[in-house]
């Protein structure tokens, strides 16, 4: 059962997408429809082929076959720093910082601007989440959570009309939880586009307006949080029968 | 006939040289080392029969084994002190660390033997077998049959034993291999013996082909390299192909042009493999 | 909520963060200063040099700034981007024979010579490195070796133009001798005239390392060492790392390209067994990770104290230095990866900056 296609605006768009690893069939005939200003999740169990999409989205893989439109441009295949460039930004399942260099380097090496330009964004942005004692320190030395706001600080840095986010809750406390959704909600009332996908259903049954559903890289349901949780091939998928 | 003749040539090199990429991808494949000293290894085989042969007259192929245990032994020891403590780091790490062991190495030979070339001249292996009209360099094809015998023996000890097994077994997946209770270090230390082993002997048969000198681990690195990248990392069969692919193309240049340009052959076929196909040619790709 | 273990307890308190480990940013400025103190001090020191020195020790500073401009120009690519290259070897051969040869066939003067190898290698820096960089670091270390030595093979075998095996004679330079009532500024001149070839590489080395506080303290600076930290990550958040990595590649190749054009005219002969020698790639990679690789001083303290320490007490056995060379690699790898630069800062010798 999926949503009904109201005319929206839809900002990227996945057409029978595929993409074998060796004898692993990682992603099989995918499709998916994100649409603008809202928050869409993927979940499915593990290796069920959400990161893989994430990786053939953001270009740090080529699908064998399909297409994926953003902004109305086939983007399959293109460099990740030319699809970060339009405009999309990422995170990582397990931060990937730059960990030699501070915070503030961290936020300022990614953007082009002039280089007082960015340090001032970027001591604005750490400002606004009370982090600027830690702009000095080396991004190795931060606690994970620390880390994952950092990492969501960067994506604020370039102009980001759509935002994926890899599993932004694994391994994070209450306090932190609270502060990645609020940093969440904040690009939504921007415009931004947010696509997550997690493993705490609660979060995203709460968060998303949309959700697919995958298994074995394949997309098998689609819909609002509630047409998903009562989906029975859902249950199976993350069950079994 | 003349063709006909190079092309032979080149394949019974390329045995030997068989034998000398097949340690380098054994280390390779079990410790994920890219082992730049290997060269030097096969020159200190070499070395070691020539002084054999000229100071106590030992017979250059009875020499082999004595070669062979001894570089084993040495190729331990450098394991223990020092290619052991890199093993999980990043490759580059393990790079720069054989980069040195093969600076060290080359700078001992020529401070002990200068950079002068040696060669063994062993009198039965001088000259050329007749066989159907075409002339088979008696050196080149008995070094072939020896690197055959020793590559076949280590093929079918790999494939075969016990231990060979464990060192498949290591050099597809670390952890699971512990998990069965194999002893990944032993093994490691074993390869690295093997392949030092595999390289000396290597160097023994080169030294009754062409001269030696402390330069040539530099040389034949390069083919090793040229070897194992177009066969594909990893592979046995593919490095096997590699080599006489090599062997082949290195006669083939010389007859055409001099032995200068040959040489230059294992450094193009090497550069062209890696920016146009870095997972090889012939093997499957284990990288 | 969450079923995983965290790695690390994530409350924001002050008490929890180590304060060692906070670089305190306000005398920073003042490294910037040092540096340029320093660095005038030296000049003033090595323009002065031939003035009063002896010919051996204007010759064992040339070679020291030989040293440091290969030192400081590999530690851009593979010290700050984390690209470990073999190809010095290769540009200094190659730059050597493109000085050499220009001046040979008499087509230009030596500074346009020296500065076409430059350029020369900047162009071949380019080809090259645009399809080899995509290769994971020890896959592009292995091309790079090869490049150096197809380099040699080129050279030697083309002999038509490079004259093979035999080498290149070039014309030494004629000293001027003092005349009678000879003035000072007279004085200077003929001492400029007379150690060209030493000025010529104190310019090139001074660039060197100005490039190298260049690098050190920029954004530039900051994208290379991006793309060593996490070069995935680095490409997704925007950064164009093969734009990066290639002109990093082809400007770090000009340095030991007109070093080598200059070594040539200096000695006044060359042959592909020297200038395309190893050791040139092995100076290069032991004097900076002796020093430090991927900071600013590192390449320039193990190329002064190397190459110093190599040339005085190991001249009398040329082969022995590269068996220290070799150790030292070893050493470093091991037990010291930082390099002296770390050690120092270890022990508060050295501020802990990233800007050291």
């Known amino acids: ?241 | 006939m003349d063709i006909v003749q190079v092309v032979i040539s080149g394949i019974l090199l390329g045995g030997v040289y068989a034998l000398f990429a097949a340690g380098l991808n054994l280390i390779f494949g079990v410790m994920k080392i890219i082992n730049l000293g290997h060269g030097e290894l096969m020159m200190l085989g070499a070395y070691m029969t020539f002084f054999l042969f000229t100071s106590w007259n030992i017979n250059p192929l009875l020499s082999i084994p004595i070669t062979a245990v001894a570089m084993a032994a040495l190729g331990w020891l450098l394991q223990f002190a020092l290619v052991e403590r890199v093993v999980n780091q990043p490759m580059i790490n393990s790079l720069l660390l054989t980069f040195g062991m093969s600076t060290l190495m080359m700078g001992v030979a020529l401070n002990l033997w200068t950079s002068n070339f040696r060669s063994v001249v062993y009198s039965p292996l001088t000259g050329s077998w007749n066989v159907f009209g075409i002339a088979f360099s008696k050196s080149r094809l008995v070094a072939f049959i020896i690197a055959m015998i020793v590559t076949g023996a280590m093929w079918t000890f790999l494939k075969q034993s016990t231990f060979g097994k464990s060192i498949r077994a290591t050099s597809q997946h670390p952890q699971v291999a512990q998990l069965c209770g194999i002893d990944v270090r032993q093994v490691r230390f074993m390869t690295f013996a093997l392949g030092s082993a595999m390289a000396a002997v290597a160097g023994a048969l080169i030294s009754i082909i062409f001269t030696i000198s402390p330069q040539m681990g530099h040389m034949f690195i390069g083919k090793g390299f040229a070897i194992i990248v177009l066969g594909g990392l990893g592979s046995f069969i593919g490095a096997f192909l590699g080599a006489i692919v090599l062997g082949v193309s290195e006669t083939l240049t010389a007859y055409f042009t001099d032995t200068q340009i040959a040489q230059g052959v294992a450094y193009l076929i090497l550069l062209l493999v890696l920016v146009i196909r870095p997972s090889g040619f012939f093997g499957k790709a284990e990288d | ?356």
Request: neutral net charge; contains cysteine.
């Open chain 3, 1 to 356: 909520m969450s079923t995983s273990t965290s790695p690390a307890p994530d409350q924001m308190h002050q008490d929890e963060l180590d304060a060692t480990a906070y670089r305190l940013p306000g005398w920073e400025k003042y490294l910037g200063w040092a540096y340029l103190a320093a660095f005038i001090v030296a000049a003033i020191v090595l323009l002065w040099l031939p003035m009063n020195a002896k010919a051996y020790t204007v010759t064992l500073t040339l070679t020291v700034l030989l040293v440091l401009t290969l030192s400081t120009s590999w530690n851009w690519l593979s010290g700050f981007a984390g690209y470990t290259s073999f190809a010095t070897a290769g540009f200094f051969g190659i730059g050597s024979y493109i000085g050499a040869l220009l001046l040979y066939y008499e087509k230009v003067t030596w500074i346009p010579a020296v500065f076409l190898a430059g350029a020369g290698c900047f162009v071949i820096a380019l080809l090259v490195g645009i399809p080899t960089l995509r290769l994971r670091g020890p896959y592009f270390a292995i091309a790079m070796l090869a490049f150096s030595e197809l380099s040699r093979v080129i050279v030697l075998s083309w002999d038509s133009l490079t004259l093979g095996g035999n080498g290149v004679y070039l014309p030494i330079l004629r000293l001027q001798r003092p005349g009678e009532n000879e003035t000072f500024w007279e004085e200077i001149q003929r001492t400029f005239h007379n150690n060209q070839n030493y000025y010529a590489m104190l310019a090139l080395a001074a660039v060197a390392c100005i490039w190298s506080y260049v690098v050190g303290t920029s954004r530039w600076g900051l994208k290379l060492l991006s793309i060593r930290d996490d070069e995935v990550a680095a490409e997704s958040m925007g950064i164009r790392t093969t734009y990066v990595k290639a002109t990093t590649f082809a400007g770090s190749a000009i340095f030991p390209g007109m070093a080598g054009a200059i070594y040539a005219r200096h000695v006044g002969y060359i042959d592909p067994v020297t200038v395309f020698a190893i050791i040139w790639t092995i100076r290069a990679i032991t004097t900076t990770i002796f020093g430090g690789r991927g900071t600013i001083l590192g390449p320039i303290v193990g190329a002064v104290v190397l190459t110093l320490v190599s040339e005085k007490v190991w001249e009398q056995d040329p082969n022995l230095y590269q068996v220290i060379y070799g150790a030292i690699i070893i050493l470093v790898v091991l037990f010291m990866p930082g390099g002296l630069t770390s050690l120092l800062q270890r022990y508060n010798i050295l501020p802990r900056s990233r800007r050291i």
């Open chain 1, 1 to 241: 059962m999926s949503q009904s296609a109201v005319a929206t605006d839809i900002i990227l768009e996945v057409r029978n997408v595929s993409k074998r690893f060796g004898g692993i069939q990682a992603v099989n005939d995918a499709s998916l429809g994100i649409e603008r200003g809202k928050v869409t999740g993927v979940i499915g169990p593990n290796g069920s082929g959400k990161s893989t999409m994430f990786n053939l989205i953001t270009g740090l893989e080529t699908p064998d076959s399909g297409q994926i439109i953003y902004k109305g441009e086939n983007i399959a295949g293109k460099a990740p720093h030319v699809i970060n460039r339009m405009g999309m930004g990422r995170t990582f399942q397990l931060t990937r910082l730059f960990g030699t260099m501070t915070v503030l380097e961290n936020l300022t090496v990614i953007t082009t601007d002039s280089f007082q330009g960015a340090e001032e964004l970027a001591e604005k942005l750490l400002a606004n989440l009370g982090l600027t004692r830690l702009k000095n320190e080396y991004a190795a030395n931060l606690s994970y959570g620390q880390q994952k706001l950092v990492e969501f600080l960067r994506l604020s840095m370039i102009e980001s009309d759509l935002i994926l986010l890899d599993e932004p809750f694994a391994g994070v406390n209450p306090v932190m939880e609270k502060k990645l959704l609020e940093q969440i909600d904040m690009w939504v009332k921007e415009g931004k586009t947010v696509l997550l996908t997690d493993h705490e259903m609660a979060i995203m049954m709460e968060l998303c307006e949309s959700i697919y559903v995958f298994d074995y890289g394949s997309v098998i349901a689609h819909g609002t949080p509630q047409e998903v949780r009562e989906n029975p091939r859902v249950m199976e998928a993350y069950f079994g029968s």
